[in-house]
């Protein structure tokens, strides 16, 4: 059995007290006990979650032994930032984007830039208060798995929340992964509802149709796990896990694949 799992983070705060807080963090992510975790909306050095890097902690609550955060801005959104560059130095100013934790190896990892949009929409911040936000540069993180894993690729992605652009980033995303050895599996906010990037994306599969957000009484799925290609794995479990941290629930999928799973 393989355990696949997307969350976004909503940088680790709970709707609930407005707290952020990395022992809850902790808990949370350890309690899925996921072999691959694709995480958006990630913080790394940012004051209002304590300067964690929370894709580190996110690999130490799993027992990974491979773990990488991308970062998509530098500042911190909602207030004031500016685009990563490709070779952006983490620890210098506080960043935001996405990561990606394996317990298997990784044998390669390729940041995949998917631009941006000009879209301000009406959004709620720290899933409190209603704002008129930009949107922020997108973009993916593919991990080439070494053997003998499972699967042979898992890539983490966050896409607009404009309705068309995103649809966009998600045609560009299943391009650029096109050279990348299988099976494929996508995970992430794709912010497109349920049965959306199915029908956008030939040949690929969803391996999870159950509502993620939000957290208390999910109505719509935004958050998705995907296969390219061939016959799709075969799925024992698929369920969204409430946890007391973010607006959204994590989606985890269990796949009946041969093998013992990986090391702690």
Do not use: C
């Not at 350890?30 to 940012?46: I, T, W, Y």
């Not at 952006?88 to 506080?94: D, K, N, Y």
């Not at 317990?103 to 704002?131: E, N, Q």
Request: glycine share 8%.
């Amino acid at each position: 059995m393989t355990r696949l799992a997307t969350f976004n983070l909503l940088h680790g705060r709970s709707p609930a007290d407005g707290v952020v807080s990395p022992e809850r963090l902790h808990d949370a992510v350890k309690g899925l006990d996921a072999d691959v975790l694709a995480l958006q909306e990630v913080d790394h050095a940012q004051p209002r979650s304590g300067l964690v890097d929370q894709t580190a902690l996110a690999a130490e609550a799993l027992g990974a032994r491979d773990a990488r955060f991308v970062p998509a801005v530098v500042g911190t959104p909602g207030e004031s930032w500016r685009a990563a560059a490709a070779d952006e130095v983490l620890g210098v100013a506080p960043t935001y984007g996405v990561g990606l934790v394996s317990r298997y190896p990784v044998a390669h990892w390729r940041r995949i830039p998917l631009g941006t949009t000009p879209a301000t929409l009406p959004l709620l911040v720290d899933a409190r208060r209603l704002a008129f936000i930009p949107d922020e540069p997108r973009l993916a993180l593919a991990a080439v798995l070494a053997p003998p894993a499972p699967v042979g690729t898992v890539v983490a992605t966050h896409l607009s929340f404009a309705p068309g652009f995103n649809i966009a980033q998600l045609t560009r995303l299943a391009r650029a992964v096109r050279d990348l050895p299988g099976p494929v599996v996508l995970l992430g906010d794709l912010n497109m509802p349920g049965p959306v990037p199915g029908a956008v994306l030939r040949g690929w599969h969803s391996l999870a149709r159950t509502p993620t957000f939000p957290s208390e009484r999910p109505v719509i799925q935004f958050d998705h796990v995907l296969a390219r290609a061939g016959t799709p794995p075969a799925v024992v479990d698929a369920q969204a896990v409430e946890t007391p941290v973010s607006d959204h629930r994590a989606l985890v999928v269990e796949l009946a694949i041969p093998g013992p799973r990986p090391a702690r």
